[in-house]
């Protein structure tokens, strides 16, 4: 019913920046927190960050002043700005949503394939 589609990542050296993008399509009727999780090679899944539908913004202490989540309401689309990449960024980077498919449903969850960013010289 919906797809959420990242992309924007790839091989960066350390001190670099990448922006990730997820858009979302199919059956929106809205959307409302968006946010980008993480797993790392060992590691559990993680939240990044989150946005809610108003533009309300929470990150994980680790990224804070260096990562910024955004969003465009009208292109259904999640965007991360990661900046001053380090190693320990490296991940693979998953997008979610959750949307409500109609005037009644409920907001049910939605993720992407995930996007990987590694970070390394």
């Known amino acids: 019913q919906v797809q959420l589609v990242e992309s924007g990542g790839g091989l960066v050296q350390p001190g670099g920046s990448l922006r990730l993008s997820c858009a979302a399509s199919g059956r929106i009727f809205s959307i409302h927190d968006m946010a980008w999780h993480r797993q790392g090679p060992g590691k559990q899944r993680e939240l990044v960050a989150r946005?809610?539908?108003?533009?309300?913004?929470n990150y994980v202490d680790s990224v804070k002043g260096r990562f910024t989540i955004s969003r465009d309401n009208a292109k259904n689309t999640v965007y991360l700005q990661i900046n001053s990449l380090k190693p320990e960024d490296t991940a693979v980077y998953y997008c979610?949503?959750?949307?409500?498919?109609?005037?009644?449903?409920?907001?049910?969850?939605?993720w992407g394939q995930g996007t990987q960013v590694t970070v390394s010289s």
């Open positions: 979610y949503a959750a949307v409500m498919t109609g005037a009644s449903s409920f907001n049910n969850p939605y």
């Open positions: 946005i809610g539908s108003g533009g309300s913004t």
